[in-house]
């Protein structure tokens, strides 16, 4: 890709990191791919890493990347998790995919974040300004300690100050390269899909979006959040021109990241919409699921058999349902 101390704003190269135990076959590969579609027509060199086919290791917080091997986390040469970052700040755009799990980003998508402690410098800095100079103890300490507990310390553990941020916020310098310039990590999206419909869900992964870039020194440009997620899994034809529609939308969206650097507010708009409405999804997820459970005997389930059997539905459960299917209607 490109030198890391060189990065501008243009995005003409991402990387797509998926979190999720389905890999390549996730939902949030299905919608990677299509925003990946799009960024390649504008021109952007594009790749995708599973996390789950990679070796990991959690971090153990020794702080060895800080303090006794700094820049290396002590497991760089034991897991693939040190090079990936490596490579992941050679792009241009960092996209970080994974399916709500637990209300969160799954434990491998966490784990992979965590890990990137090795590519900031462990001292502190106040609100991103590295000439900001700590205010040490003054001369005579011990004969002016309370001078300097007084206005320094005390002011923090007083219970009127305890949840406030007083002055500002504090944060861990970026590496310095060896010719001297910042060491960068380039901006960073998400992606993230759920299985429950509303997309209130995302409203912790929303947070997680603006305040993790600012301990990774970036900013998040790209927030892609799709309720009803479990809808792609059916990959039924009863829902290609939906899926049509959204994949456009995204395409679109993946030209816009690589033309201007960001999703405009209409693309946004589009892809927040719900793919279909809330209950119907609730149906069809408890059909579904009836279906998995060997039980077709629902209304929904007769009409989805009877669309089934005149225009061969391509729902990935396909197989599944023909053997049950037998079991069930030879059995009456
Ligand atoms: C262990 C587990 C926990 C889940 N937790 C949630 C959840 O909290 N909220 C939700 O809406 N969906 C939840 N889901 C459903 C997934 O978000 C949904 O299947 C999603 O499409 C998975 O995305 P993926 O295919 O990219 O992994 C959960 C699924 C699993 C397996």
Redesign the pocket.
């Known amino acids: 890709m490109k030198d890391n101390s060189t990065l501008d704003n243009k995005i003409n190269s991402i990387i797509m990191i998926?979190?999720?135990?389905?890999r390549a076959?996730?939902?949030?590969?299905?919608?990677a791919d299509s925003l990946l579609e799009g960024a390649r027509e504008a021109g952007a060199i594009t790749e995708t890493v599973y996390l789950y086919e990679t070796r990991m290791q959690f971090c153990q917080g020794e702080f060895h990347c800080f303090e006794k091997t700094p820049g290396k986390c002590m497991y760089a040469q034991k897991d693939e998790v040190q090079s990936l970052w490596e490579k992941a700040v050679t792009f241009d755009l960092i996209l970080i995919?994974?399916?709500?799990?637990?209300?969160?980003l799954?434990g491998r998508t966490k784990m992979f974040l965590e890990r990137v402690l090795p590519l900031l410098d462990p001292h502190l800095e106040k609100n991103g300004d590295p000439d900001y100079i700590d205010p040490s103890p003054p001369e005579g300490l011990l004969n002016n300690i309370l001078d300097f507990l007084g206005p320094h310390i005390l002011p923090a553990i007083d219970p009127k100050n305890y949840n406030k941020d007083r002055g500002g916020e504090y944060h861990h310098r970026l590496r310095i390269n060896e010719d001297g310039t910042h060491f960068k990590i380039p901006p960073i999206g998400f992606i993230c899909?759920?299985?429950?419909?509303e997309q209130s869900?995302f409203e912790v992964i929303k947070e997680y979006a603006r305040d993790l870039p600012k301990n990774l020194r970036n900013e998040c440009i790209v927030e892609i959040y799709?309720?009803q997620?479990?809808l792609?899994?059916f990959r039924s034809a009863l829902f290609w021109p939906i899926f049509k529609r959204y994949q456009n939308h995204l395409k679109q969206a993946g030209r816009e990241i690589v033309g201007t650097g960001k999703i405009s507010e209409e693309t946004q708009a589009e892809l927040e919409k719900p793919l279909i409405d809330h209950d119907w999804y609730m149906s069809l997820a408890n059909a579904h699921f009836d279906r998995e459970l060997g039980d077709f005997s629902s209304p929904l389930n007769r009409i989805i058999l009877a669309h089934e059997k005149i225009h061969g539905l391509a729902d990935n459960t396909y197989k599944k349902v023909q053997d049950l299917k037998k079991k069930y209607f030879s059995s009456k």
């Open positions: 998926n979190g999720s135990p389905r076959k996730s939902n949030t590969q299905y919608i995919g994974s399916g709500l799990y637990a209300s969160f799954t899909n759920a299985g429950l419909p869900q799709r309720g997620g479990e792609f899994t």
